[in-house]
């Protein structure tokens, strides 16, 4: 049996890597599409053979490559293996509609007939632990030293904390990491975290499907922000880089995140709503993302006539490295004046002020 699983995931925009401390020689990586929210590369794949597991649980095991194929791209069994270029072998006596529905009614698709879960709680509080990102707290000085190597100066750090309502956890299960909590229409529905060491395993970690009232998957970062629209929205891959532009942007130009690489029916639907209330808007993945760039752009273009897709210098890894003056620079005009960058940002800081009453 001869396949090629690493093209049958650039294909479809899947995410992987093939190296690191847990991936395997001769393997792969993804996040198990069987686990609820997987935060990492859980699931290896050999590339060889087709054989899968996740280091999560033993449930999630298999070697028919096809059904995982299928489960990731969510199609029938045959077109994950006419993808991965596996033949369908038919007995003399066996008609080609009776191996579709053998192939097609098996455990693992029910799930996929059942609705998408985007949250499982109806109300979200932040923790009575959590403590405001300040720069006068002594105990959260370390914080504001990795926000001060990250680019960003330790005289904007407590406008910037006001800005995007960060918190930080001294002691719980989200300690040494900077939470951002995520709004839509003004209710907190989830929220994500970055850690301050440079060598943590997981660097972004993020509160579960059901422990959130809209898991980040389905949603925006900055939603109520970017809802108000603009002169150009881009859209990152992670929160420390939609932070990062949003602050150093000229006015009325805003960033946001999808999380990942990878853009949600959701999250489509958002952008596609959101998006026609700019006069931009601009794709900005990492450096790495170019397929996924190209994926959404074109996905986007479906609904919208406004996207393109925008770069940074190879020198840097993701829009989170760039310099708050070359940032400035990434309009190319300022379709406004000063007076509306006043109302601008008057209604940004209405927006925040109605968060913390």
Known sequence: MSFDILSVLRNNN??????????????VNIKCPYCSNDPSYHMGINITTGKYG?????????????????????????????Q????????DNESLTNVVNRLDTIEE?????????????????????????????????????????????????????????????????????????????????????????????LPYKDLSVNESVVHCKFTLFDYDMIS??????????????????????????????????????????????????????KVLLDNDALPQSIAIKERLQTRLDNVSIAFIPETFKDPGE????????MTDERAHTQDSDTEYRKDMEGIVRKRQM
């Open 84 to 91: 991965l270029g596996l033949d369908v072998m038919l007995d």
């Open 109 to 201: 698709h029910e799930e996929y007939k059942k609705e998408t879960k985007i949250g499982g709680a109806t109300c979200l509080t932040l923790p009575k632990h959590f403590r405001k990102l300040e720069t006068d707290d002594v105990y959260l000085y370390e914080y504001c030293q990795y926000l001060n190597r990250r680019g960003f100066k330790r005289n904007d750090i407590d406008s910037l904390s006001e800005r995007f309502n960060l918190y930080v956890d001294t002691y719980g299960s989200w300690k040494y990491r900077i939470i951002f909590p995520i709004y839509m229409n003004n209710v907190l529905v989830t929220w994500q975290s970055r850690s301050i060491h440079p060598y943590e395993t």
């Open 322 to 329: 760039l310099k708050g003056d070359y940032i400035r620079r």
């Open 228 to 281: 108000r629209g603009g002169n150009t929205l881009f859209i990152t891959e992670g929160v420390f880089d939609a932070v990062k532009l949003s602050w150093y942007l000229p006015a009325t130009n805003i960033a946001t995140c999808l999380f990942t690489k990878t853009m949600t029916d959701e999250q489509f639907n958002h952008l596609t709503d959101i998006g026609n209330r700019f006069r931009h808007v």
């Open 54 to 82: 996740c280091w999560r649980s033993d449930r999630h095991r298999g070697n028919k490559i096809e059904r995982l194929i299928s489960r990731l791209i969510k199609c029938s069994i045959m077109e994950s293996r006419r």
């Open 14 to 27: 899947i995410e992987f890597i093939d190296s690191g401390p847990n991936v395997q020689t001769g393997n």
